[in-house]
């Protein structure tokens, strides 16, 4: 496989600091240039996403694009699209996507990434492999040598019934490689309930995972997983804003 990587200067004057979010604004405007009329579209979750769900807001009220329908990945990026009055539907009147753009918490250097840090993985997934082709928009932070490496969550979502057993059967799983396996809460220390009424077990890696690719098959085999955040050779293109503009990955 080979990535080629092509770049644009950032529209902002090279005196102006960024934040995080004019990177991922940066990002998500570059990827709705991926957009034409009369596409069927998966719009994803999260911060990132929100951008582009915003920007094809925008352009469809001004006539700039026409005829679109958004396939959105959980019910927050449903009601927010509506607001805006972008047209919706669902995977089973759209089983064949056009375009799915969102976002990652890592991409390595092989557009691999981990998802669902957002708690959106499973629709996400099935969305987005649904997608001809998947843009990912993120900004610079979000790179990493291998998955896993950033240190943060990587999301698997199981179902409540004994969802103990299942946490500590993936964190045994991975236990040479000193993973952490803990039980998404929310502030009031309730269990984070996804939009499909499933627990999500966050795995915590010191060291980048070895085999992604084995990894996934493992965690999928166990009884009562639902589905987990490593999306392998999904990515069509990656869009990555930093603080010298805009460059675009693809395989």
């Not at 998802?115 to 492999?129: S, T």
């Not at 291998?146 to 979502?157: D, F, I, K, R, T």
């Not at 955040?229 to 395989?251: E, N, P, Y």
Request: proline share 4%; net charge negative; aromatic share 6%.
């Amino acid at each position: 496989m080979s990535i080629k990587a092509l770049s644009s200067p950032s529209p902002s004057p090279p005196s102006t600091i960024l934040t995080q979010d004019d990177l991922k604004k940066l990002a998500a405007y570059k990827a709705v240039e991926y957009v034409s009329s009369g596409m069927v579209l998966g719009l994803g979750t999260g911060s990132t996403a929100a951008f582009v769900v915003s920007r094809i807001g925008e352009l469809l009220k001004l006539g700039e694009l026409k005829d679109i329908v958004g396939v959105p990945t959980s019910k927050r990026t449903q009601e927010q699209a509506a607001s805006l009055g972008i047209p919706l539907s669902v995977l089973d009147d759209n089983p064949s996507i056009d375009l799915a753009i969102d976002g990652a918490d890592e991409v390595d250097p092989y557009l691999n990434l981990v998802k669902g840090r957002g708690g959106a993985l499973l629709r996400e997934k099935m969305v987005e492999a649904a997608s001809a082709k998947f843009v990912v928009v993120v900004d610079d932070t979000k790179l990493v040598t291998g998955l896993g490496g950033s240190g943060l969550a990587m999301p698997v979502e199981v179902v409540q019934f004994c969802w103990k057993y299942n946490l500590v059967r993936l964190q045994e799983m991975f236990k040479e490689q000193g993973v952490e396996a803990k039980l998404r809460v929310e502030g009031d220390g309730k269990p984070y309930v996804t939009d499909n009424s499933n627990y999500i077990v966050d795995l915590y890696f010191k060291t980048p995972i070895l085999d992604a690719g084995a990894a996934g098959k493992e965690i999928s085999a166990l009884e009562g997983v639902v589905e987990h955040g490593l999306f392998l050779d999904m990515a069509t293109a990656v869009i990555i804003a930093g603080k010298d503009g805009v460059s675009v990955k693809s395989k």
